[in-house]
């Protein structure tokens, strides 16, 4: 990628999703379905409750990053999207962890139902429908 188009995708308020992030998401990803398949045979439904949700942040995030993910060419996405897909993502690691205390101990878990989205990013304008080629 040309500095041109660096500078270009920054003034229009896009961002590149780094390999290590996308990786990182992708581990997330792989852990929550580690977590569901821990979770077949619990029988405490809150626990179960509580890694549909971390399931349900991760499904959200990667449609937010489809775009980034599509092929090995790098797409940008706009960078609200990236940082609403970067506060998804950050939920899944406390909801496992309440999900497992919860599986193990039932009533432990400081995590009450329903679980909300929480912050949501606000854009000062309106979000582009499709990236600036």
Do not use: W
Not at 26 to 38: A, F, K, N, P, S
Not at 67 to 91: F, M, N, P
Not at 110 to 122: A, F, N, T
């Amino acid at each position: 990628m040309s500095i041109l188009n660096r500078i270009r995708t920054i003034l229009a308020g896009e961002r590149y999703c780094s390999d290590e992030h996308l990786e990182g998401y992708h581990r997330i990803g792989q852990d929550v379905y580690v977590l569901e398949m821990e979770l077949l045979d619990a029988t405490e439904p809150h626990a179960k409750a509580i890694a549909r949700a971390a399931r349900c942040f991760q499904v959200i995030g990667d449609a937010l990053l489809q775009d980034a993910r599509e092929d090995d060419q790098k797409r940008s996405v706009a960078s609200i999207t990236h940082e609403q897909a970067e506060v998804l993502y950050g939920r899944i690691p406390d909801l496992m962890v309440a999900a497992r205390q919860e599986a193990a101990f039932a009533g432990s878990a400081r995590v009450s139902l329903p679980i909300r989205l929480g912050k949501r990013v606000e854009s000062g304008h309106t979000c582009p429908l499709e990236p600036s080629c």
